[in-house]
Antibody, heavy 122, light 106 residues
Framework: QVQLQESGPGLVKPSQTLSLTCTVSGDSISSSAYYWSWIRQHPGKGLEWIGYIYYTGSTYFNPSLNSRGSLSVDTSKNQFSLKLHSVTAADTAVYYC??????????????WGQGTLVTVSS | DIQMTQSPSTLSASVGDRVTITCRASQSLSGRLAWYQQKPGEAPKLLIYQSSLQSGVPSRFSGSGSETEFTLTISSLQPDDFAVYHCQQYKSYPLTFGGGTKVEIK
């Protein structure tokens, strides 16, 4: 059974960097050839796709985030990570990591982590 | 970016009702639309992908549409179906979601 688990600080100060890690169990990032994404949900709002990373290190980052972030993968730890710089209160959200259903790119999300709330506040 | 618009934003219904949620895209998706169900405090659950129900999803759920207008139908609403439903396009990057439809008890 594939499981994803987000981890990282729940509170980040404005202008600092939000850093989250997703640990994958039951699947291998490097050999399964799936695409791995981050998605966030502002309180009481809809979902926003942040971007994906592939085990080769190939990434796509949503332009709506104004190049403030980066995605990375550590295949030795079976983890992938999100960094979002210069955060503001508008970045307060529940952050999810997810695995794609297909192996052709980022399409739809079949397996999700439980989500982690990150609050940006001084 | 492809804009996704769901309607209604809230829907009040009773157990046994037939429920339809609409999702409209700002450009043709060529059928590339997914539907999710999300319950409070939980991650979304994928219901429909490539017009097909995911494994374990009850057959009372169905999806239709192909270009810019799509519908999710629940043929007979059950207590477990009260939730928020999201549509999502995967025609082009960035992937985008609709604003969600909350199905609540009437």
């Amino acid at each position: 059974q594939v499981q994803l688990q987000e981890s990282g600080p729940g509170l980040v100060k404005p202008s600092q960097t939000l850093s989250l890690t997703c640990t994958v169990s039951g699947d291998s990032i490097s050999s399964s050839a799936y695409y791995w994404s981050w998605i966030r949900q502002h309180p009481g709002k809809g979902l926003e796709w942040i971007g994906y990373i592939y085990y080769t290190g190939s990434t796509y980052f949503n332009p709506s985030l104004n190049s403030r972030g980066s995605l990375s993968v550590d295949t030795s730890k079976n983890q992938f990570s999100l960094k979002l710089h210069s955060v503001t209160a508008a970045d307060t959200a529940v952050y999810y990591c997810a695995r794609d259903i297909a192996k052709v790119g980022a399409t739809a999300f079949e397996i999700w982590g439980q989500g982690t709330l990150v609050t940006v506040s001084s | 970016d492809i804009q996704m618009t769901q309607s209604p934003s809230t829907l009040s219904a009773s157990v046994g009702d037939r429920v339809t949620i609409t999702c409209r895209a700002s450009q043709s998706l060529s059928g590339r639309l997914a539907w999710y169900q999300q319950k409070p405090g939980e991650a979304p659950k994928l219901l429909i992908y490539q017009s097909s129900l995911q494994s374990g999803v009850p057959s009372r759920f169905s999806g239709s549409g192909s270009e810019t207008e799509f519908t999710l139908t629940i043929s007979s609403l059950q207590p477990d179906d009260f939730a928020v439903y999201h549509c999502q396009q995967y025609k082009s990057y960035p992937l985008t979601f609709g604003g969600g439809t909350k199905v609540e008890i009437k």
